[in-house]
C-alpha cells in the first residue's frame, strides 16, 4: 500500500486509462517513479509483462489486458464497499424520499415521521401521494408505502400494520333512512361513494363470507379518486362508502361510521415500507426502518394508533 492508499492494482488501471506513466501519476497524485516502480513490482510477482513501454507510449500487452478486464469489476466494487463502510457511521443526512398512497402521509405523519424529523434534522422528508403504483427504483424514491398485497415480490417489506380490512360504512342518519343492508345484495339498493382507479375505471368492491366470494358492481352516486373526500363524501351522508379501517378509525369509535355486513369483511395484509434489497441501503432510510420496529407500528392494529 503505497502513501497515497493506492494498491498496486489500481495503479495498474490507472495507467491502463491513460496509456502513460505520467497520467497516472497525475491522476494518483503519485511521483511517476513511484507509479512505475508499483507496476514493476507486480509484474516481477506475477512473472508476466503487463505492459510495453517505449520512450513515446506505454500499450498494454494481451496478458495486461486480460488481467485489467479480471480486476476492473473487483476493485469497482471493493470502492463501493469502502464508501458504503464510510456511510455508516454518518449521521443521516440528504431527502428521504417516499412514495405513498394518497392519504397514508396524514396518518403516519405523528405516530412515524414527526418523530423521524425530530430525531433526525440534517434529513429532508420528501412524501409523494399518488394512487398509481410505481417502480420506486427507477423513479428515485428511497422506499414506498403500499398494501402488503401491492409490494413486488423482490422488495424488503416492513409492516407498518397489523393486517387490516375494508369495511363497508355509512352514517347513522343514512341508514336510518335508507335501512341497513343485511347481505351483500342489499347494497344494490343503495348509492355508494365509488373510488375511481387510475386507469379510469371505479373500484369494484370485494366481499368474502366463508366460502362465498362476490365482486360487487354497485349504484355510484359520487366517484372520487381521493380517500379524504371519499370519507366526507360518506360524513356527508350521500352513500354508502367501502373504507379501509385505519382511515376511519376515530369515526368507528365515535360512531359518525357505523360499519354493516361485518362477517363479509375479511382482513387482508395491511401497509408495508417497501424498499429494494439489491442496492446500498442509506443511512436515512436504514433510520426510518429502526425507528418503525422501535416505535412497534407493525405490532398495532391501525398504521395510525399503535394500541394493539
Request: glycine content about 8%; proline content about 5%; charged content about 20%.
Amino acid at each position: 500500500m503505497h502513501r497515497t492508499g493506492m494498491t498496486e492494482l489500481e495503479v495498474v488501471l490507472a495507467v491502463a486509462r491513460r496509456s502513460s506513466f505520467r497520467g497516472a501519476a497525475l491522476e494518483l497524485g503519485m511521483s511517476a517513479t513511484a507509479v512505475s516502480s508499483a507496476v514493476a513490482g507486480l509484474e516481477a510477482r506475477l512473472k508476466v509483462r503487463l505492459f510495453n513501454r517505449s520512450t513515446r507510449s506505454v500499450a498494454m500487452t494481451d496478458a495486461g489486458r486480460r488481467y485489467v478486464e479480471r480486476i476492473a469489476p473487483a476493485l469497482a466494487e471493493i470502492q463501493r464497499a469502502n464508501e458504503e463502510a464510510a456511510m455508516e457511521s454518518a449521521a443521516p443526512s440528504g431527502t428521504l424520499r417516499i412514495n405513498a398512497p394518497q392519504g397514508v402521509a396524514l396518518l403516519l405523519l405523528e405516530p412515524l415521521f414527526h418523530q423521524y424529523a425530530q430525531r433526525y434534522p440534517q434529513v429532508f422528508i420528501d412524501i409523494v401521494s399518488e394512487s398509481r403504483l410505481i417502480d420506486v427504483v427507477a423513479e428515485g424514491f428511497d422506499a414506498g408505502i403500499r398494501l402488503a398485497e401491492s409490494v413486488p415480490q423482490d422488495m424488503i417489506a416492513v409492516p407498518l400494520s397489523r393486517d387490516l380490512r375494508m369495511l363497508v360504512v355509512a352514517t347513522p342518519d343514512y341508514l336510518k333512512r335508507n335501512g341497513t343492508p343485511r347481505h351483500p345484495r342489499d347494497l344494490l339498493k343503495h348509492q355508494s361513494i365509488g373510488m375511481r382507479m387510475s386507469h379510469g375505471g371505479i373500484y369494484q368492491w370485494e366481499l368474502k363470507h366463508k366460502s362465498e366470494k362476490l365482486q360487487m358492481e354497485l349504484p355510484v352516486r359520487m366517484a372520487l379518486s381521493e380517500m379524504p373526500a371519499i370519507k366526507q363524501a360518506v360524513l356527508l351522508g350521500l352513500g354508502i362508502g367501502f373504507i379501509s379501517e385505519w382511515f376511519i378509525d376515530e369515526e368507528l369509535k365515535s360512531g359518525a361510521l357505523v360499519p354493516v355486513l361485518v362477517p363479509w369483511c375479511q382482513p387482508f395484509g395491511g401497509l408495508r415500507l417497501y424498499y429494494s434489497g439489491h442496492r446500498f441501503v442509506t443511512a436515512r432510510l436504514r433510520a426510518l426502518v429502526e425507528l418503525i420496529h422501535e416505535l412497534g407500528l407493525g405490532k398495532g392494529r391501525l398504521a395510525g394508533n399503535q394500541a394493539g
